[in-house]
């Protein structure tokens, strides 16, 4: 039987590791180290050379079954500048990220995330895409393939946000741009 081969064009919902490198880098710029918990078994190749353009060492470790997640997380934070939060369920998920976040106050690092969420429960800041600019975004796509651009491949988000959590900044005695000041500076590095 002959199947047929369809192109497909994807509009993935995390950010581009480059951009979630220049956060980092913007708003912790003595950092050296950064923390990465997954419960894959390897670190995306892409998102360990984005912190390496921004002269970010990773520290990264792989929680299975058989390793307790907040132990994990106490260490490499004794170990890292900043703990860089990925969208792995295994991980940060609503029984552990209170936990994390306690630990992150008690060894006085921040948490990085990737969602408006977890910088209201105690990230210092977030990146993420609204829905209304995934959608937006998707639209235009469309508009584009409609018009005949014949659009393949995989698009990172054009819009997005990020939240800063202005308490968490105070009691970890850091320093941030405004909100719109980083959304800018994101914007300008791409």
Known sequence: ARTSQRNLSVLVLDQPPAR???????????????????????????????????KLSVVFESVGQERRLLDTVENMLINTDALLAT???SIF????????????????????GYSKSLGRAGALVSLFSTPEQIGRQA??????ELEGSGLLGMYWP?????????????????????????????QAGE
């Open 158 to 186: 054009k819009y997005f946000e990020v939240t800063v959590n202005a308490q968490v900044a105070r009691s970890l005695d850091i320093e941030l741009p405004s909100e719109k000041n980083l959304v800018r500076m994101l």
């Open 20 to 54: 979630q490198a220049r956060l980092i880098r913007e708003t912790l710029p003595d950092a050296a180290r950064i923390g990465l918990v997954s419960s894959a078994g390897e670190m995306p190749s892409d998102l360990a050379q984005s912190l390496r353009q921004q």
């Open 139 to 144: 639209a235009e796509l469309a508009n584009q």
């Open 87 to 89: 969208p792995d369920s």
């Open 93 to 112: 998920n609503r029984q552990s990220i209170q936990g994390i976040f306690l630990l992150s106050y008690r060894h006085r690092k921040p948490v990085v």
